[in-house]
């Protein structure tokens, strides 16, 4: 979220991690809302990239019981902050990689979604993170970014967004609009 002096794109300290789990964020940023959206099933396996402290992750590994859900952030102690959390929930389908969004620690076609929430705007190289999300997923694979118009300092307005993920090789799926927020489905092509 913050930006650095000279305006290179960098992620949310992991010291200002708890914050991002006020009760108060559901009103405007639902889990549940957001993560129903998805085409998910019981054995989907889903990329979560910069889960933070894994306020969406919880929602997440429970609508896909016989699947995986893996979360990568580049750092490790937001992973370890979302580990300590969803361990007490005694959610045990979810994997914890320490990577950087433009070198995803997966294989080809991995993933049958890709899910990321006010992230991509904090990483370095938007098309090469675009481009290792395209690599991750299976062929007609979702990618789902929501951006936040507000409280967001690397907000990514939708018409760049759909720029940069078209040029990556999606294609737009669905766009949910909020008040405060939008959110754009892209399928990887089949």
């Known amino acids: ?8 794109p960098s992620p949310m300290p992991y010291t200002r991690a708890e914050h991002l789990l006020h009760p108060l964020r559901r009103l405007f940023q639902s889990p549940k809302r957001l993560v129903g959206r998805l085409p998910l099933k019981a054995d989907s396996q889903v990329l979560e990239l910069g889960p933070g402290p894994g306020y969406f992750s919880a929602e997440l590994a ?3 019981p016989r699947g995986k859900l893996v979360l990568v ?6 992973l370890d902050m979302a580990k300590k959390r969803l361990s007490e929930m005694k959610l045990s389908n ?3 990689r320490q990577a950087d969004g433009i070198s995803l620690p997966a294989d080809d076609s991995t993933f049958d979604c890709a899910f990321l929430v006010s992230v991509l ?4 190289d938007r098309d090469a993170c675009l481009q290792e ?3 991750t997923l299976r062929p007609g694979g979702i990618l789902s970014i929501t951006e936040n118009k507000y409280f ?3 907000y990514i307005p939708s018409p760049d967004l759909e720029r940069a993920a078209h040029k990556a090789g999606f294609n737009t799926h669905r766009t949910y609009k909020g008040l405060m927020q939008f959110t754009m489905h892209f399928r990887k092509s089949v």
């Open 94 to 96: 979810i994997e914890y």
């Open 133 to 135: 999300i395209h690599r």
């Open 1 to 8: 979220m913050p930006k650095n002096a000279d305006s290179t």
């Open 62 to 64: 429970r609508s896909i």
């Open 73 to 78: 952030d580049i750092q490790q102690e937001m």
């Open 121 to 124: 705007g904090e990483i370095s």
């Open 152 to 154: 967001d300092p690397d």
